[in-house]
């Protein structure tokens, strides 16, 4: 039987397997070229995409980098133009709180003397914004009462509060050091104001400071009868 098949295989027969081998071969090539060809297309568009994603990631970071840099200058010029606007605030209201100071020691200054004679305590002159002689206590007082050996210190306020009680009477703690000249004296302190609230007076009380407040057209100890000031120093 096999002598029969294999004189039923021609040359021909041979030619014809070999050329569908050939041609199977040769679809599989072309497949396998055409995927190449794919994946070559798929990777060259991924490759654009991706050079289209970085540009445009450049694009937003060079713009948001010029953006951070407008709103740093922006509040870079906001933070100038409020330092500019607090300081100047700051000098008018220093500026306003002193004329106020100063109108408080012209309104007190001529009455000084006639209060505190009420008061017993006989000043013969008094003196406007007294600055210490000594280097190591640099000190300023606003109004200063005096007789041969009697010293009244007297701070004057537009509105005294209750930090100016204690400011005051550090002050009077130093007085001696800072004016060693009045080293036997004896010294008291008071305090004079416009607007004196009530609890910020009996503070001032408390510390034993006299307390002038306005009065009408002029001014007044506001301290009762049974007042004992202290001797600072």
């Not at 021609?10 to 050939?22: M, S």
């Not at 009420?118 to 210490?132: P, Y």
């Not at 407040?213 to 002029?218: K, L, V």
Request: net charge negative.
């Amino acid at each position: 039987m096999r002598e029969d098949i294999s004189e039923s295989i021609t040359i021909a027969d041979i030619y014809k397997l070999f050329e569908q081998t050939n041609a199977a071969l040769n679809k599989s090539r072309e497949e396998h070229d055409r995927r190449l060809a794919e994946a070559d297309l798929r990777a060259a568009e991924y490759e654009r995409l991706e050079a289209i994603r970085s540009a445009e990631s450049a694009i937003r970071s060079a713009e948001y980098e010029r953006l951070e840099a407008i709103r740093a200058d922006t509040n870079d010029r906001s933070m100038a133009e409020l330092k500019t606007t607090v300081a100047r605030t700051s000098k008018s209201v220093d500026a306003l709180t002193t004329r106020w100071g100063r109108f408080v020691e012209e309104l007190v200054r001529p009455a000084v003397v006639r209060l505190f004679r009420e008061r017993g305590i006989f000043l013969k002159r008094t003196m406007e914004r007294v600055q210490s002689p000594a280097d190591d206590f640099p000190m300023e007082i606003d109004i200063i009462g005096i007789d041969g050996t009697v010293l009244v210190a007297v701070e004057c306020k537009s509105r005294l509060s209750n930090d100016d009680v204690d400011e005051t009477c550090d002050r009077l703690r130093q007085f001696k050091k800072a004016f060693p000249e009045y080293a036997q004296y004896d010294v008291y302190g008071a305090v004079a104001g416009i607007e004196i609230d009530r609890n910020t007076s009996m503070y001032a009380y408390r510390k034993g400071l006299f307390v002038i407040r306005s009065s009408g057209d002029t001014v007044e100890i506001a301290n009762d009868e049974k007042f004992k000031p202290i001797a600072w120093g």
